[in-house]
């Protein structure tokens, strides 16, 4: 995963592993339309090689002949003509099975005639000068959102679009770690292997990585802080606006629009609706959910964005494949994204640094939980959502966020400032009033805000 950085990160060392023999494969054929469903637990690695035919994961193409590893993912491949998969486990176990609907059956058509009407939307935009559809997913957890965010974005960029990706899911991070709301231009392919793409180092990369603009929000759901959350969707609006304005490409080709996993009780659509009406949405689909369609249709029947355009809403079935991660996998997957941040993955190994810092050498601000009463008012301005505080042993094994600020900037300036990297609070030694921290770089870390949330979770013994 692509994640913001401190500057520049030193040459890395890449790391090659050879084996004396190769692990036992299995050859499954799929024919048009078919899906190979897999599920790989932590700890096990699952490779997969297209022998021929074509296939693709999320819209992202398999090259022929390429060995792609998996580890930590629940996920599919398909195929429009049909193909043939080289399968190996090299390490641990997996489980996996072969879907076999008709075109009549697969709602993936209906994904891909979707894909084709956008496409229509972008080339009207391109003659015109106008702006490309901006689009927003929703639906409950577990219904497969971000799965067709990334499919419309592969499918885009082979077409020679240049998509803004915004994600707005908290409690996941896209190219950035979770606890944050982050954005990123899509113009070359993603790496299929991770949720969006590679780290970016200065050691080999066969797929180019794509840097974020990613905001912190510090907490696990919306509704912990929603007037904070607002703010800094906000702020993420005004820097994509900012970006459609200025690169034709990108204008033409538009927004796509993930979220966190949306329920149907009161109160439930008011940030989607401030998404909306942020980013001028003038398209949201819903997935997985007749009466939340049906909810959300009636929630802007008859609205029109600030381009003066209607709102269209399109439900759509979400796909038979789609399953629940439960909390242990998701933990395994933050952490595994932590750890990559710092110490890079199987094929280029990072040296992060060790530093001891001065209690008074660092402006640590907490962010702020509310009452879920208060989480509902729609003033985003009102009372103080970061506090300034003392480091504490309670930051130990805690993620912070470095931001673009000056520790002499208010408050305000502080959370509305975008994350320059993350550093890993190792340890805490009251004592001595020193904190052991590991940053990607070594890097003095004050002269920048930094700033501390409960998500995502301490991640233990992160040195061990």
């Known amino acids: 995963m692509s994640i913001p950085g401190l500057g520049e990160i030193p040459a890395a060392a890449v790391a090659t592993t050879t084996s004396s023999a190769a692990p036992p494969s299995t050859i499954q054929t799929l024919e048009p339309f078919w899906e190979y469903r897999f599920e790989v637990p932590h700890g096990s690695t699952l490779e997969i090689k297209l022998t021929s035919g074509t296939a693709e994961k999320d819209g992202t193409e398999l090259a022929p002949n390429t060995t792609y590893s998996f580890t930590s993912m629940k996920s599919k491949i398909n195929t429009w003509h049909g193909c043939t998969l080289d399968i190996a486990c090299t390490t641990g176990t997996y489980d996996a099975y072969t879907s076999e609907p008709t075109a009549d059956e697969t709602p993936m058509v209906s994904y891909l005639n979707l894909h084709f009407k956008l496409e229509a939307f972008r080339s009207v935009a391109e003659k015109t000068g106008q702006m490309g559809p901006r689009v927003l997913v929703v639906g409950p957890p577990n219904s497969g959102k971000t799965s067709l965010v990334k499919m419309l974005t592969g499918w885009a960029t082979r077409m020679g679009r240049q998509p803004l990706v915004v994600n707005t899911d908290c409690h996941e991070g896209m190219l950035a770690l979770p606890g944050s709301l982050s954005a990123a231009v899509f113009a070359t392919i993603m790496d299929i292997t991770t949720a969006w793409g590679g780290t970016p180092s200065s050691g080999p990369n ?28 906000s702020r993420l609006a005004v820097a994509t606006t900012s970006r459609l304005a200025e690169d034709p490409d990108v204008k033409k080709s538009g927004l796509l629009i993930d979220t966190g996993g949306v329920g149907v009780a009161k109160g439930s659509y008011d940030h989607i609706a401030h998404i909306v009406a942020e980013f001028s949405v003038n398209i949201v689909l819903v997935i997985g959910s007749e009466r939340m369609s049906s909810e959300i249709q009636k929630r802007f029947a008859g609205q029109k964005t600030t381009l003066d355009e209607p709102i269209t809403v399109v439900g759509l079935d979400k796909s038979g494949g789609v399953v629940e991660r439960d909390s242990s996998f998701l933990q ?30 660092l402006s640590i601000w907490r962010v702020n939980e509310v009452s879920p009463s208060a989480a509902l008012e729609d003033d985003i301005y009102s009372d103080a959502m970061l506090e300034k505080t003392e480091p504490s042993l309670m930051m130990q094994n805690c993620i912070l966020s470095v931001v673009y600020a000056s520790i002499h900037d208010s408050a305000d300036t502080i959370h509305d400032s975008n994350v320059m990297g993350y550093v890993y609070v190792a340890d805490v030694d009251e004592k001595r009033r020193k904190l052991k921290i590991l940053a990607p770089v070594s890097a003095r870390l004050g002269d920048r805000p930094l700033l501390w949330g409960s998500w995502p979770e301490p991640i233990v013994s992160l040195l061990g």
């Open 332 to 361: 395994h997957v933050r952490e595994s994204a932590i750890k990559e941040y710092f110490f890079g993955n199987t094929g280029t190994t990072l040296s992060p640094f060790t530093q001891q810092v001065d209690f008074s050498a």
């Open 206 to 233: 066969a797929v180019p990585v794509k840097l974020p603009l990613a905001y912190s929000f510090g907490l696990e759901q919306p509704e912990s802080n929603m007037r904070l959350f607002k703010r800094i969707l």
